[in-house]
C-alpha cells in the first residue's frame, strides 16, 4: 500500500511562501503522476499541479507563475513551492499519485491533507 506524507503547511501572511512536501512510500517513479490538490470551504477539490513520470510540470490558472511543482527522485519527495500567498490560497492541501496497472486501472493513493492558511 503506498503511503504519502505531506508536511510543511502552516500559517503565512498574504505575499509570503511556504514549501510543501509530499514524501512517498517507495519510488515516485514507479507513479504515472502526482499531484497536489486543495480544498477549500464551500468547494470541491481542486487540482492545483501535477507533474508526469517524465517531470513536466501543469499548473491551475490561478496559480500558474506564482506556484512550482518539483522532485527529488532520490529523496522520494514532490514539494510544492507556493509565493506570492493570498488569502484564497488557504486550504487543505493533498498530494496525490496515481498508478495504472496491466488492466489499464488506475489508481489514486492520497496524502492525509495537510492546512495552509494565509492570513494577516
Known amino acids: 500500500q503506498v503511503q504519502l506524507v505531506e508536511s510543511g503547511g502552516g500559517v503565512v501572511q498574504p505575499g509570503g511562501s511556504l514549501r510543501l512536501s509530499c514524501t512517498a512510500s517507495?519510488?515516485?517513479?514507479?507513479?504515472?503522476?502526482m499531484a497536489w490538490y486543495r480544498r477549500t470551504p464551500g468547494k470541491e477539490r481542486e487540482l492545483v499541479a501535477d507533474?508526469?513520470?517524465?517531470?513536466?510540470?501543469g499548473y491551475w490558472a490561478p496559480v500558474k507563475g506564482r506556484f512550482i511543482i518539483s522532485r527529488d527522485v532520490a529523496k522520494n519527495t514532490m514539494y510544492l513551492q507556493m509565493n506570492s500567498l493570498k488569502p484564497e490560497d488557504t486550504g487543505v492541501y493533498y498530494c496525490?499519485?496515481?498508478?495504472?496497472?496491466?488492466?489499464?486501472?488506475?489508481?489514486?493513493?492520497w496524502g492525509q491533507g495537510i492546512q495552509v492558511t494565509v492570513s494577516s
Open positions: 496525490k499519485a496515481q498508478t495504472t496497472d496491466s488492466w489499464e486501472t488506475e489508481y489514486d493513493y
Open positions: 507533474i508526469s513520470r517524465g517531470g513536466s510540470p
Open positions: 517507495e519510488s515516485i517513479l514507479s507513479f504515472d503522476e
